[in-house]
């Protein structure tokens, strides 16, 4: 099974740029998408909810607009996160929101994304899900989804523990459909090694944190070109749910990063009214292990060009390659 025709026909670059909580917003997702890969957003980011129309509105008038004014590009299409979970009180009124824009691509996380699927291709659009083990991804193609994505090791924000090569090699056994690889992805040879080991797509968050549009600090930018590897620090205590966060902004909270306790998965909420989660997501900061490799802060557009130079010299590499 190859990708859908939506991204087989219209991507740059084979990278899907991950919704990023308080980070994505419009100017992101419309500069990924005009550069070739597709640009995603969480809904929860469009605060009030009524906002989340004015977003799609935008995104969507001016993608046409730049498709109509550029017919031999390559425009993306772009994709909106929900993240289904019982405190995401906004959940029906963002998928609502989804089906009247036609949103091309769903990506859900949490919990198997039941309730969004029928409604999502009630128009065509897809359904791509995280997934961080095979359990979770054997209950979200029964729940119907059109692709996984495999949130592996090394990824930005919440991740899973397994290396890429065995939970792409173990799901691949039973599914050979879509799917997306995260973990510490930032530069074009990793997005090519994605591909090698039996993904089609390359998911990359981190490395979009330090482009020009991104809506982060200029703190936050700057700390992740100066990071490496051993900055980031994974834990459980400001959500729930284990991820990958910087140290330098674990320490700057007042926290030993070294010596962090274990929170209590039961209150872990995801919901649209919590400002301490705000808060935590706007303090203590997300990142991947693939820090080491951002070196500078960029447009988003320029990143992917460096990513498509990257992939293509990575490629020659290895067809000149003897064995």
């Known amino acids: 099974m190859g990708l859908p025709s939506i991204l087989q026909d219209n991507l740059a670059l084979p990278v899907i740029g991950s919704p990023l909580f308080i980070v994505s917003n419009p100017d992101l997702v419309i500069a990924q998408c005009k550069a070739g890969i597709v640009g995603s957003f969480p809904a929860l980011n469009a605060r009030p909810a009524e906002e989340l129309e004015v977003w799609l509105q935008r995104i969507t008038t001016e993608l046409a607009e730049f498709k109509e004014a550029n017919p031999g590009r390559k425009v993306a299409p772009f994709a909106v996160n929900q993240i289904v979970h019982h405190t995401n009180d906004r959940l029906q009124h963002d998928l609502e929101m989804c089906v009247k824009y036609r949103v091309p691509i769903v990506i859900t996380s949490l919990r198997a994304p039941d309730e ?3 409604a999502i291709h009630s128009y065509g659009g897809l359904v791509f899900h995280d997934v961080i083990s ?17 949130v592996c090791a090394g990824a930005g924000g919440h991740a899973g523990t397994l290396s890429p090569f065995a939970l792409v090699s173990e799901v691949r056994q039973f599914y050979d459909g879509p799917i997306i690889l995260s973990g510490a992805i930032t530069k074009g040879e990793h997005i090519l090694a994605a591909q090698a080991m039996g993904a089609d797509l390359a998911y990359i968050g981190t490395r979009f944190i330090a482009t020009k549009e991104a809506n982060a600090p200029e703190a936050y930018k700057q700390t992740i070109v100066e990071a490496s590897a051993k900055d980031i620090v994974y834990t459980n205590l400001f959500s729930g749910v284990h991820g990958n966060y910087l140290r330098q902004s674990i320490e700057a909270a007042g926290l030993d990063p070294d010596n962090l306790p274990t929170a209590d998965k039961s209150k872990m909420a995801f919901g649209s009214g919590g400002s301490s989660r705000a808060k935590i997501w706007r303090d203590i900061w997300g990142a991947g292990q693939g820090v080491g490799n951002i070196h500078e802060v960029l447009p988003a557009g320029e990143v992917v060009e460096k990513l498509a130079q990257e992939y293509r010299s990575a490629i020659e590499r290895l067809q000149g390659a003897r064995f």
């Open 116 to 118: 969004a699927v029928p």
């Open 134 to 150: 095979v359990r979770h991804a054997e209950k979200a193609l029964e729940a119907g989804v059109d692709g996984l994505i495999l």
